[in-house]
């Protein structure tokens, strides 16, 4: 498609189970982002990726969020144990410029996460 | 954490009108860039104004940038009803982390037909 995907758009999910959420970027976008947003605030970086690397994961809340990118495209979000706090949108979000500069960011629909 | 503020928090205004909403930040940046959301939906690149620049216009839309005050400011004019989302602020720090974009909170537009 010519937009980024994310999937799944909706997940409940019970508190202490493993949810995954996928995100498929551009193609050709070297840059890819994760955020979180809740209801009313603007989206929180969580981490960066330049092509298959991780460069930045500071904005993990904790150890229980783990992200991938492993060929480089599409990109895994990954929450263990899930806690009713993780109930969140998560956005991915995709970009054709590398670290040199920060340019337009191109934002999928978001994963909705529901932690009962 | 959010460097971006945005103000007002929420706009109501009728359709024809012109809507300003404002945004500071805390760090000197490379660009600032304004986001449009609507209700339930992902974000929307609007425009980006680089550093150097003071003002820039992309067809209904007219953003300022004062780096000397650390703010911004959107303005829309002549409003429609489609024009009702959330706007955001985004920026990304210069000398630091300047692939990571930091966004505001959020102005929530109404526009009234």
């Known amino acids: 498609g010519a937009g980024v995907s994310q999937s799944p758009r909706y997940k409940v999910t019970k508190r202490g189970q493993d949810v995954a959420l996928r995100c498929d970027p551009i193609?050709?976008?070297?840059?890819l982002y994760w955020y979180r947003q809740a209801l009313g605030q603007g989206p929180e970086f969580l981490t960066y990726?330049?092509?298959?690397?991780?460069?930045?994961k500071s904005g993990l809340p904790n150890d229980r969020f783990s992200a991938e990118r492993p060929e480089g495209s599409i990109s895994t979000l990954t929450i263990q144990r899930t806690e009713q706090r993780d109930s969140a949108m998560y956005r991915c979000?995709?970009?054709?410029?590398?670290?040199?500069?920060?340019?337009?960011?191109?934002f999928g629909e978001g994963s909705r996460l529901t932690v009962l | 954490s959010q460097q971006g503020e945005e103000d007002p928090q929420a706009l109501s205004i009728q359709e024809g009108e012109n809507a300003t909403m404002n945004c500071s930040y805390k760090?000197?940046?490379?660009?600032l860039q304004w986001y449009r959301q609507n209700s339930g939906r992902g974000l929307v690149h609007l425009i980006l104004?680089?550093?150097?620049?003071r003002e820039k216009h992309s067809g209904r839309l007219r953003v300022t940038l004062d780096t000397s005050k650390k703010s911004s400011s959107l303005l829309i004019t002549a409003s429609r009803a489609a024009d009702t989302a959330s706007y955001f602020c985004?920026?990304?720090?210069?000398?630091?982390?300047?692939?990571?974009?930091?966004f505001g909170k959020g102005t929530l537009l109404t526009v009234n037909p």
């Open positions: 985004a920026t990304d720090e210069s000398g630091g982390s300047n692939y990571k974009l930091t």
């Open positions: 760090t000197s940046i490379n660009n």
């Open positions: 104004i680089r550093s150097n620049e």
């Open positions: 979000a995709s970009s054709f410029r590398n670290r040199a500069n920060t340019g337009e960011l191109f």
């Open positions: 193609s050709g976008h070297v840059s």
């Open positions: 990726f330049n092509y298959e690397a991780q460069q930045d």
